[in-house]
């Protein structure tokens, strides 16, 4: 089955700057990558995801880059603000309609910092 | 749109009790849901994935017979711990997904249930 890898787990950084979070994978069949945003006891939510047509997609100050070769990809934020802090979660899944399902990285704890 | 809710939020029962978790798609039809559980400072483990109207199909590990999970209709899932121990106080997660759309992928997650087994 699939495994996901991430790095690093935790990540400090003053507010303003930016931070990147990185995911392997490893079956190659994978081709949809969404990433999630996790408060405290608060559900997962989606900030972006990219399918494996694209290498880059943008929303705002939010990237997502996906090296399909290498089988990994990568969560850009700039210009960070203290409520960006959160645990950020990558994902990888087949995009085979019912037999999908996403598996996770082991999640990034982000602090911004004043 | 895309809103799943759970009920209950939190619930806290004594040791050899059975609990049941409900999960709705209040605003699509959920052709799949997955349910999830989440250890603290963890991150989602997936515990089985119900299609409507067939059995769930459990992940490797997952007791069957003690998480039952039925899937009656396109908006309503439930997960239910039988005899619940101390061990299985833990965030329950469930997420749903319409897979005949264009985002197909996309899975919505509910806002939780914490479960403590007294």
């Known amino acids: 089955g699939e495994n996901v890898e991430q790095h690093p787990s935790t990540l400090s950084v003053q507010e303003g700057d930016s931070a990147v979070i990185k995911c392997t994978y490893s079956?190659?069949?994978?081709?949809?990558f969404p990433w999630y945003k996790q408060e405290l006891g608060k559900r997962p939510q989606l900030i972006i995801d990219?399918?494996?047509?694209?290498g880059e997609k943008k929303d705002q100050r939010i990237a997502v880059t996906l090296n399909k070769t290498a089988k990994h990809f990568s969560l850009h934020i700039t210009e960070t603000q203290p409520e960006d802090s959160a645990v950020y979660f990558c994902?990888?899944?087949?995009?085979?309609?019912?037999?999908?399902?996403?598996?996770f990285g082991t999640g990034t704890r982000l602090q911004v910092t004043l | 749109g895309a809103v799943v809710s759970q009920h209950p939020s939190r619930v806290i029962c004594k040791s050899g009790t059975s609990v049941k978790i409900e999960c709705r798609s209040l605003?699509?039809?959920?052709?799949?849901m997955f349910w999830y559980r989440q250890f603290p400072k963890k991150s989602l483990m997936l515990m089985a994935t119900s299609n409507e109207g067939s059995k769930a199909t459990y992940e490797q590990g997952v007791e069957k017979d003690k998480f039952l999970i039925n899937h009656a209709s396109l908006t309503l899932s439930t997960l239910t711990v039988t005899s619940a121990h101390p061990e299985d106080s833990s965030f329950y997660i469930c997420?749903?997904?319409?897979?005949?759309?264009?985002?197909?992928?996309?899975?919505?997650f509910g806002p939780g249930t914490r479960l403590t087994v007294l």
């Open positions: 997420s749903a997904r319409d897979d005949r759309g264009q985002n197909y992928n996309e899975q919505f």
């Open positions: 994902a990888a899944s087949r995009a085979t309609g019912t037999a999908s399902k996403l598996t």
């Open positions: 079956d190659s069949a994978s081709n949809y």
């Open positions: 605003d699509f039809q959920a052709t799949t």
């Open positions: 990219i399918r494996s047509n694209v």
